[in-house]
């Protein structure tokens, strides 16, 4: 109550002075300024001393200013306000930044003079977008329009307020005042006087400039001007000549620089701030820019919340498929309060999730891939994957807003920033009881930072840049405390952050393998391999592989068969087949104890009869090896979750002797070669056999 009655005293207070005065008025033609500051007809006497040639200014600069600004309302004084600025001034990029520090709350401003749209960036936590004011000759930051019709930021001379020659707009010409010291520094001074006719509004500015051959830190060989402080005073009077109220400022520039020398991490907007501007903003979708993930991959991830200062680590896999048609997820992790690995793996196309403890070996597989709702403060992880169609799969189209470039991880890597924002994204869940409130966070942004790991590689001529390397992914959510009063000063955030490492296109057999659960679980007890054939004309075949063995086999050894199958070159080949089959499985350390076991084919089965189907029925080695040979911990048969089985078809009759010998041969000779070293092997065998008989004569 007490601001209330002051405001009515101070209105009052007003009014009385008002109605005191003369009530003579006077014209806005004929009124020149408040005499009380400066008048432009006649305009202030100029010093005896010969001036120096008027300042000349860069078309770039970036410098700071501390803005002390005192407010007089009629014989009432306002406290004083201190202001610090940052600019950052470019006519060539037609740009303007500003950075404004009023009590601790830091607001940045961005002016893009083309389309006539300012950005505030408040506290770096939201974002609205509004005009930029036009030819408005008392604000230094409104656009003129240049003779080709864009509209354009001012000349350094105009922005600074100091002169104008441009006979569009109100000639200004400054005033030279003398020398004088300021801060220590020789300066000449100058008093330039801006007067708006239609609103009784003059102000008076007297800007101090160091003196040329004075060193200055922003010293140039061009002799640009280097401004060092501006005393302003404003003020607005009535018609009738009495002053309303009065500003004096204090302008004093620390550090001025005619040029940039700024990185693009200054010149970028804040993190994970989505700017809309509203209806003709240019935004792109990510596929545009050349930001797209690739069907296949692996990554690393690390990642942390607003409310945790430690950081959680997942292993991420994904394959879409060569054509788009199946797609799998898989994430390895440590789960909250557990001290096991645990690996899931999402398969979107059978709808399937399996759930495998990394420790004892244990699948579970469910039926769907739906995951429930999660609190992402505490579990980012889960959160990632369930929403992973957002930042994955199917990004938001003509939505990401181009946010520059800047260093990430450090300044280890240049990112291109792209920024996005969902409304009602994510919804809000009960800490306590895990389940859903029906609420959602009033709206999430979400910011890219992509790299290039190869940037003078050339892109296909019909295809952007493409940035082939997600370095992070920086997720910001906004609600309202009280959802009934929706102000800026009553919001409240939370963040999430993902840093990508070793990011790789290529995946293992194993990353998806799921064979051995499905034939634990029965779903799927067998495998079949793709078909081969014994050679160009000859027969056409395959291996069954049942994982979890068949029949009185199941569940205790690894069932292993082969399959004669039908192909155009039957009718000139042999049946009933009667070739010996072996099969080998590969120990794969330098032991070379290889699981080997043959079966000749009965001849009067059906399995070996020329094929009238795709496929004859499977024949072979039920109990081909016994499952904890392959299960045990350290196994030589499986490593890196493969095996490797030969099957051989022995066409010229191979002594049983010289079977281990054959199936130990590189696989990686060419046929013709294994061939010969087993022929001159069993040649070697049969002369050393004979020598030993020899020996015994």
């Not at 302003?232 to 005619?258: I, K």
């Not at 992880?381 to 799969?393: N, Q």
Request: aromatic content about 12%.
């Amino acid at each position: 109550m007490r601001q209330q009655y002051g405001f009515v005293f101070l209105l009052l207070l007003f009014i009385s002075k008002y109605h005191a005065q003369n009530l003579t008025t006077i014209s806005p033609v004929e009124w020149n300024g408040d005499p009380k500051l400066c008048t432009v007809n006649p305009s202030a006497t100029p010093s005896t001393i010969p001036g120096p040639p008027l300042p000349k200014f860069s078309n770039k600069a970036e410098f700071a200013l501390e803005r002390v600004e005192i407010k007089h309302i009629l014989n009432v004084s306002l406290p004083t306000e201190i202001t610090m600025y940052q600019q950052i001034y470019d006519y060539d990029a037609n740009k303007l930044i500003v950075v404004k520090n009023n009590k601790g709350f830091i607001n940045v401003e961005y002016y893009y003079y083309d389309i006539l749209k300012k950005s505030t960036y408040y506290k770096g936590e939201f974002c609205v977008v509004t005009d930029i004011p036009k030819e408005n000759n008392m604000d230094s930051a409104s656009a003129i329009q240049l003779p080709n019709g864009t509209w354009h930021i001012r000349p350094m001379n105009e922005f600074m307020l100091f002169s104008n020659e441009n006979p569009s707009r109100p000639i200004v010409r400054p005033i030279y005042l003398g020398q004088d010291i300021v801060r220590g520094i020789p300066v000449d001074k100058w008093q330039t006087c801006y007067i708006n006719k239609e609103t009784y509004q003059t102000t008076r500015r007297i800007w101090a400039f160091a003196q040329q051959g004075v060193v200055m830190p922003g010293s140039t060989i061009e002799n640009y001007a280097i401004p060092v402080q501006a005393l302003v005073s404003a003020s607005v009077v009535f018609p009738n000549g009495t002053q309303a109220f009065e500003v004096d400022e204090v302008f004093n520039v620390l550090s001025f620089r005619p040029g940039i020398i700024e990185t693009t991490d200054a010149l970028a907007p804040p993190k994970g701030v989505f700017c809309a501007s509203g209806p003709g903003q240019t935004l792109v979708s990510l596929k545009d820019v050349g930001v797209s993930w690739p069907n296949r991959f692996s990554v690393r991830v690390d990642t942390s919340t607003s409310r945790s200062s430690r950081w959680q680590r997942f292993h991420l896999r994904y394959d879409q498929g060569r054509d788009g048609g199946s797609r799998r997820l898989r994430y390895d992790f440590m789960p909250p309060g557990s001290e096991d690995f645990q690996s899931i793996i999402h398969d979107y196309s059978d709808n399937l999730t399996y759930i495998i403890d990394q420790r004892i070996g244990s699948c579970k597989i469910n039926a769907g891939v739906y995951i429930p709702d999660v609190n992402f403060i505490y579990d980012p992880i889960r959160f990632f994957v369930k929403h992973e169609a957002h930042f994955i799969f199917n990004p938001p189209e003509n939505a990401w807003e181009f946010n520059g470039f800047r260093s990430c991880r450090g300044n280890t890597i240049k990112c291109t920033i792209l920024t996005t924002s969902v409304d009602n994204f994510p919804p809000m869940v009960d800490l306590d009881t895990g389940a859903s409130t029906g609420e959602t966070w009033q709206a999430t942004n979400i910011e890219y930072g992509w790299s290039v790991r190869a940037p003078y590689a050339r892109p296909p001529s019909d295809q952007p840049k493409q940035f082939d390397y997600p370095v992070s992914l920086y997720l910001k959510m906004y609600r309202f405390r009280d959802s009934n009063n929706p102000s800026p000063l009553n919001i409240l955030t939370e963040d999430i952050e993902y840093e990508f490492y070793e990011m790789s296109h290529d995946l293992k057999p194993s990353d998806f393998d799921t064979s051995v659960f499905d034939a634990q679980s029965e779903r799927q007890t067998s495998i079949y391999s793709p078909p081969f054939y014994s050679s160009p004309n000859g027969y056409k075949m395959r291996a069954r592989l049942y994982l979890n063995g068949d029949g009185n086999a199941r569940r205790t050894h690894m069932s292993l068969f082969f399959v004669l199958m039908r192909s155009l070159n039957d009718p000139i080949l042999k049946f009933p087949f009667n070739y010996k089959v072996s099969f080998c499985l590969y120990d794969q350390t330098s032991s070379q104890r290889h699981i080997i076991d043959s079966f000749r084919p009965d001849i009067k089965s059906s399995s070996f009869q020329r094929p009238r189907l795709d496929m004859n029925i499977a024949s072979g080695i039920p109990k081909f090896i016994p499952l904890e040979m392959i299960q045990q911990e350290g196994s030589p048969y499986v490593r890196d979750d493969t095996m490797f089985i030969k099957i051989l078809v022995d066409f010229g009759e191979i002594q049983k002797t010289l079977l281990p010998y054959a199936l130990s041969l590189n696989p990686g000779l060419p046929m013709h070669i294994q061939q010969t070293m087993i022929k001159q092997e069993a040649e070697r065998r049969i002369q050393l056999q004979s020598d030993e008989q020899l020996k015994r004569l």
